[in-house]
């Protein structure tokens, strides 16, 4: 992909108008065009001055990515395009650096894109504040704050698939560096009335869907509930799934949100089963009964959902079965109870579901903040963002919408308020003339319905708080005789006269011109949602649970506690409530975002033109440009404004040295501007008309085209002159080259020459000098054959005499002598391999070497085997010395003897050192003990096998049982005189015991063993190391045993085994007992 080309200025290469400010000419179809135009072109944000306008895309763009974050960090407001991360970076370095608090203010309608933004403008503020462990957690702990509001907060609504159903304004807490410490959220009217009831089209709230799609079959159990949304009344089923939303995986990560905000894992589950009994709340229905007195009362019709609801919260049943039947009243010290009929049933039970969980969502809010709060006590900045619900116009619109539209008309108020007063202070602080600008002022609509006396609100508390009979239809006939001459009020059933004609206007509604035009009001709601009532009967019930947070969330119905003065009314709270948001907001410098939505489809692509007319409407975008741009449209620092335009002037170009005030007046002066149409503030010019601007702009590009075409004329020659350079070297070095390779070439030719010249005469002189030496040669070799011809003849004529007597035996030794040496050579090639095991040697070749070659055998296995044993460590040794002993004890007498060859001896089969279990056997041993395993004690009187470890130390031999690890019999190896065994595939062998010996009371001791051979082997060898007599070892099929004072004769027998083929024992008589070996 290529590289996105760097932007330096607002200005350069613009998609339509970057900023409203410079539309020229400014009206509602070249406004909407230029918002559609950026539309069009994924440009989704565009200025008003300081203010950022976002349209909702629909879809995900690469506009937020780290890059993008590094990209606007540290940058001027103005030197790239508009995004909401310049707006993000202003007031964070605003607060950083000059030590201003902070607010931004992001309005719009449902669906604009509100929460998005809110989130965009924290998580940039997360990545460029500072790094650290605790500075990580804390903003860890701020975003992840958003996922659990959201969860409890939002819901699909026709207009948006995450609506924020509440008021959302934090305060983000910093340090003097500019880390983050804590925040401090406040919530505003969560609208509670759609827990038990949702609009066609529309979802509650989204934390009903997740835990039902996301919890565990464990958690759905404990909580009493089932995955079927249609098994719960206050869920509506036409929209319960929405596409592209996984409430399963939301599930989990509202718990993962939780747990890294602070939450507890009983609080979580505290939680859960408030949630889950709001749930089962709806499912309680109703059924009308007569009194006898007459009276109409109301009894519940399955009480399972009651007893399920009780268990959940701790509430003993029969409590909250009278709380939704009866009522009662208290006046000082009288009290009245009144039956409930089914409608004022339905009533109490809507009611304390709204009420448990608009408490709940509060309680949340509040352990969010105990969380996230500052944990220091120094001096904090302060960065608060509002993200609160836009002004509404629906078919139908209730109190809500009411409440909604009042805040919105007293943000646009201080929006007005706050834009003209940093208009004037930055008119003040430039030394520019001010001059009153005129505009709407919609201080007479926020007084209709705000004011204390003839307010909307007021008269709604009085209409609720008079005695008598008080409806919806008495509020509307007191605002038609307060409010009827009032120009911004209208009514069917007012004094005016002109509207007693208008059919559009019902005679249960009436109309409210706000600053974003006419809305309708049903009044069908507005007593019964202002009074908020939930009756005391129920809030002590629910305070009388054995739930700590339900308890927490009712404290009035602590008796204790009972306060008979009426609780403040929905209207009055909120009023309060946005008079402490405004006073909070007009003591910080304010940064605003306003979110338009495009389309109603929620599709990506789609500008509705209507809608966006509408939204720039209400949110007074048109008159926000006229009042910027009422005295200058356009100004900008000195030196940004030189650097942009000093190639206009030759003065200025290409650098100009002194002040850069100075250097825009010779500038603006020779490009002869009218005076009128500029003027000169301490560090800002100030541009009057947006012409002048974009005039600046075209002979800004056109001189640009012609330093580009001046640039590329001296390029061109440059890289002219420069390759006619290089090519002028080139030729000189190439030419250096030639003349040095043609000098080469002569040389090696005559050097050829002169080398073929010489050859030939070396060649002669050698041939010449050859013959010579070969004739000499030859003459040499003549006289010594003829001295040798001669020399043998008076040899052989001295010792012929000698020579027939001594012949054979010098020939013989000779020959003889040879063969040996040629034998040896042979051998040498021949040997095997160096294994002991290795029968192979070479055949004799001749007879009379065969005592020489089967000697040399002997030696050569001999003196492998002694390198076969210098391998071996003292450990393997001693195993092979035991191997050996066993050989030559039960080779070829034990049939039991092959097996064991390739077992290797272990000796400590129990581990007893290692097993807690014999740790009173280890602690009575003191001796190393050689062997130890378990082995079967032959009983003496019935041949029956018990269980015994059997020990074997250096003196003794020991027998405990295996269970307790008591030692039931010890022997000196001393008294130990005979082993006895059979020659059979069996383990039994007897040890015989000295008689007389102390050991020897019982008689001899019968055993059988796995490890026969091993054990046999070990005990010859220790008691032969210590007694230096040998052990005897008798292997028979029939030896005699003493079994106290009889001797028993031990006779193995062949026989087939009913238990495989493990031999058993039997006691024939008293003088026989029989093995039978399969």
């Not at 894109?113 to 940039?124: C, D, I, P, R």
């Not at 600053?515 to 507005?526: L, S």
């Not at 378990?934 to 295996?962: C, E, H, M, P, W």
Request: hydrophobic share 35%; charged share 30%.
């Amino acid at each position: 992909m290529a590289k996105m080309e760097t932007k330096t200025s607002l200005l350069d290469n613009m998609i339509g108008v970057g900023d409203m400010v410079l539309l020229e000419p400014l009206n509602e179809d070249t406004f909407i065009n230029n918002l559609k135009k950026r539309f069009d072109h994924s440009e989704i944000y565009t200025y008003i001055g300081s203010v950022v306008i976002s349209l909702n895309p629909y879809r995900s763009l690469p506009i937020y990515s780290p890059e993008k974050v590094e990209e606007y960090r540290n940058r001027n407001f103005y030197e790239l395009s508009p995004h909401i991360f310049a707006l993000s970076d202003e007031a964070y370095r605003s607060l950083r650096d000059q030590d201003k608090d902070q607010c931004i203010l992001i309005t719009g309608e449902s669906g604009a894109g509100k929460t998005e933004a809110s989130k965009l403008v924290m998580s940039y503020v997360a990545a460029v504040c500072g790094k650290g462990a605790e500075v990580n957690q804390v903003k860890e702990q701020l975003l992840q704050s958003n996922p659990v509001l959201e969860a409890f907060g939002n819901a699909k609504t026709v207009r948006n698939d995450n609506s924020s159903r509440f008021g959302k304004y934090m305060d983000i807490e910093f340090d003097f560096k500019g880390d983050p410490l804590g925040g401090v959220i406040s919530n505003y009217l969560l609208e509670k009335s759609r827990v038990v009831k949702q609009p066609r089209g529309e979802r509650n709230f989204h934390i009903f869907y997740q835990i039902l799609s996301g919890g565990s079959e464990d958690l759905l159990c404990r909580l009493k509930l089932e995955r079927d949304f249609s098994r719960y009344n206050y869920l509506g089923l036409d929209s319960a799934r929405v596409n592209g939303v996984d409430d399963a995986a939301n599930f989990r990560t509202v718990r993962n949100a939780m747990q890294i905000v602070g939450f507890m894992d009983h609080e979580t589950q505290s939680v859960f089963e408030v949630v889950a009994a709001v749930l089962k709340l709806g499912n309680i229905e109703f059924k009308p009964e007569s009194r006898v007195n007459g009276l109409d009362e109301s009894k519940i019709k399955d009480k399972n959902e009651l007893k399920e609801i009780c268990e959940l919260t701790g509430i003993d049943q029969s409590v909250l079965e009278r709380a939704f039947s009866f009522r009662t009243v208290e006046a000082k010290q009288e009290k009245v109870s009144t039956t409930l009929n089914v409608a004022q049933a339905y009533y109490a039970r809507d009611a304390l579901a709204k009420n448990l969980y608009s408490r709940l969502f509060s309680w949340l809010v509040t352990r969010i903040n105990e969380s996230i709060k500052a944990q220091t006590k120094v001096r904090k900045k302060v960065m608060g963002v509002l993200d609160i619900y836009g002004f509404e116009i629906f078919e139908e619109n209730s109190f809500e919408q009411f409440i909604i539209n009042y805040c919105n008309e007293k943000l646009q108020q201080i929006f007005i308020e706050l834009t003209l007063k940093e208009e004037q202070e930055e008119y003040i602080r430039e030394g520019i003339e001010w001059t009153h600008i005129e505009y709407f002022n919609n201080a007479i609509i926020c007084d209709l319905i705000e004011n204390n006396q003839t307010g909307i609100l007021a008269m709604l508390d009085e209409e609720c708080l008079r005695p008598g009979t008080v409806t919806d239809d008495t509020f509307l006939e007191k605002l038609n005789q307060i409010c009827a001459t009032h120009q911004h009020f209208e009514s069917r059933m007012s004094k005016c006269s002109r509207f007693l004609n208008d059919t559009s206007l019902p005679h249960c509604c009436f109309r409210i011109q706000h600053y974003a035009g006419k809305v309708m009001y049903q009044v069908e709601g507005f007593v019964d949602k202002n009074n908020d009532l939930l009756y005391r009967d129920l809030s002590q019930a629910m305070w009388k649970a054995n739930h700590s947070l339900i308890k927490d969330l009712f404290p009035e119905g602590n008796p204790a506690k009972i306060n008979l003065k009426r609780p403040p009314t929905a209207g009055s709270q909120f009023k309060a409530s946005v008079a402490t948001l405004m006073k909070n907001l007009q003591t910080k410098n304010p940064n605003y975002i306003r979110c338009i939505k495009p389309n109603d489809k929620k599709a990506a692509h789609i500008f509705n033109d209507a809608l966006v007319c509408h939204q720039v409407r209400y949110l007074g975008l048109l008159e926000n440009v006229r009042v910027r741009r009422a005295g200058y449209a356009f100004r900008q620092p000195y030196e940004p404004c030189l650097e942009r335009y000093k190639m206009l002037c030759k003065q200025t170009w290409p650098h100009w040295r002194g002040p850069a005030r100075d250097g825009v007046k010779v500038l603006f002066n020779d490009l002869e501007i009218p005076e009128e149409e500029y003027s000169f503030g301490r560090s800002k010019i100030f541009i009057r008309n947006p012409r002048t601007l974009f005039k600046l702009e075209d002979l800004r590009k056109q001189r640009l085209e012609d330093l580009a075409t001046l640039i590329q004329k001296i390029y061109r020659g440059w890289k002219c002159r420069t390759h006619f350079l290089l090519m002028k070297k080139s030729q000189i070095v190439i030419a250096s080259w030639y003349r040095r390779y043609a000098q080469q070439k002569k040389y090696q030719k005559i050097k050829s020459s002169a080398i073929v010249v010489q050859s030939y005469i070396r060649g002669w002189k050698a041939r010449k000098l050859l013959r010579e030496l070969k004739h000499q040669k030859r003459c040499n070799k003549a006289v010594t054959t003829i001295a040798a011809y001669w020399h043998g003849t008076q040899v052989r004529r001295e010792y012929r005499k000698f020579f027939r007597a001594n012949a054979g035996k010098k020939i013989s030794e000779f020959i003889l002598q040879k063969i040996i040496q040629k034998y040896f050579l042979e051998m040498k090639t021949k040997m095997p391999s160096l294994s002991p095991v290795d029968k192979n040697w070479p055949a004799r070749p001749y007879l009379f070497l065969d005592s020489t070659h089967n000697e040399l055998k002997r030696i050569f296995h001999l003196w492998r085997c002694k390198k076969y044993r210098d391998q071996f460590t003292d450990q393997q040794k001693l195993v092979y010395e035991e191997k050996l002993e066993a050989s030559e004890l039960f080779k070829d007498k034990k049939a039991l003897y092959p097996a064991s060859v390739g077992q290797p001896f272990q000796g400590a089969y129990l581990e007893i050192s290692k097993n807690p279990k014999y740790k009173k056997l280890k602690d009575a041993v003191d001796e190393k003990i050689i062997i130890a395993e378990v082995v079967n004690k032959i009983n003496r009187a019935n041949g029956k096998a018990t269980s015994r470890i059997f020990l074997l130390t250096n003196s003794n031999v020991l027998l405990a049982d295996q269970k307790s690890g008591n030692i039931k019999s010890e022997v000196p190896l001393g008294d130990v005189t005979k082993v006895s065994m059979s020659s059979q595939n069996d383990g039994f062998f007897a040890v015989h015991l000295k008689e007389g010996s102390g050991a020897a009371g019982k008689g001899d001791f019968l055993f059988s063993s796995d490890h026969l051979i091993e054990m046999a082997t070990k005990l010859y060898r220790t008691t032969l190391s210590q007694t230096k007599q040998k052990l005897n070892i008798e292997i028979s099929d029939e030896f005699l045993v003493q079994f106290r004072q009889d001797k028993v004769c031990v006779k193995f027998i062949q026989g087939n085994q009913r238990n495989g083929n493990v031999p058993t024992c039997k006691r024939k008589n008293n003088r026989l007992l029989e093995v039978a070996v399969p």
